[in-house]
């Protein structure tokens, strides 16, 4: 009987188009994070022109162009870093952006699962620094 379902799954994706859909694994954690947690300052380019940018004391930085002021490398654990926000980093100045990883925490976990909300913390920043290496000027 499961069988006979799939079939009919198979036959009405290819009638209705919806091969086309966009499945997980096709989406783009790092991009939607980006989008709704950076965007609005760093710009949905990235570079800087967000529309929060002009309210801020401190200019926002082009995330576009880490590779070329590294040496060519991407700065993967500053960013880090400079994302997670929960050490403080006198190397780096004041700090002028949320403190994603505390922002990226599940609240509904128990205390218990502590290094569960930790893993999904490191995901989440870790989509982030993917996303953000794959804009980078060439």
């Known amino acids: 009987m499961a069988k006979i379902g799939v079939k009919w799954l198979m036959l009405a994706n290819l009638a209705f188009g919806l091969d086309t859909a966009a499945w997980p694994q096709n989406a783009d954690f790092g991009k939607s994070l980006f989008v709704t947690s950076c965007a609005s300052c760093h710009g949905i380019d990235g570079k800087g022109k967000g529309p929060l940018s002009e309210q801020l004391k401190v200019a926002t930085p082009d995330l576009t162009v880490l590779v070329k002021k590294n040496g060519g490398v991407f700065p993967v654990r500053a960013v880090y870093e400079v994302i997670d926000g929960r050490k ?3 190397a780096y100045g004041t700090r002028n952006m949320p403190v994603w990883g505390d922002l990226y925490t599940p ?5 218990s ?3 569960t909300g930790e893993a999904v913390v490191r995901t989440r920043i870790l989509a982030l620094i993917d996303y953000l290496n794959h804009i980078q000027e060439k």
């Open 107 to 111: 609240l509904q976990l128990p205390l």
């Open 88 to 90: 403080e980093y006198v």
């Open 113 to 115: 699962h502590r290094y």
